[in-house]
């Protein structure tokens, strides 16, 4: 893990200047501490199912992963890409997928968790499907 330097006390601006600093391991590792830590403060009566399933949900694609997924979609767009890329675009989509299903899928077992529909679940949670589903 990589260790930082910072002052006291800390103005925001600095915290985001650190956090820049960190490998990508380490701030993913950080972003999924983060997520809990706010599960745990708007609701900090959770169960530890509950906080499982909200950390599944919240769970983003590695940041190299989303990236080259950017510079792939770039690269169709300019009609650009090779045929290596292609193939590669559409693992990286199915992998896309198969994820968000996985999510889904967890939403589903805390709407049941808790008794409520998936999308009274999602308004709580502030989820909404993409504008171009």
């Known amino acids: 893990m990589s260790t930082i330097h910072v ?3 800390l103005p925001f601006d600095e915290l985001l200047k650190a956090v820049e600093q960190l ?3 380490d701030l993913e590792q950080l972003m999924s501490q983060v997520i809990a830590l706010q599960a745990q403060r708007k609701a ?3 169960s530890l ?3 499982e399933l909200l950390l599944k949900i919240n769970q983003s694609l590695p940041v190299a992963v989303q990236q080259r997924l950017d ?3 770039a690269k169709r767009q300019a009609e650009t890409l090779s045929a290596e890329e292609h193939q590669e675009l559409l693992a990286l989509t199915d992998q ?3 994820s968000d299903a996985q999510r889904i899928h967890y939403l589903v ?3 049941r968790y808790r008794g409520t529909s998936l999308t009274k679940l999602m308004d709580e949670l502030g989820i ?3 504008a171009y589903a």
Do not use: C, G, N
């Open 49 to 51: 199912d509950e906080t």
């Open 23 to 25: 490998s990508l391991a």
């Open 109 to 111: 077992e805390l709407a």
């Open 128 to 130: 909404h499907p993409p």
């Open 71 to 73: 510079d792939l979609v």
């Open 96 to 98: 896309i997928e198969k």
């Open 7 to 9: 002052k006291t006390e």
């Open 44 to 46: 900090p009566s959770l």
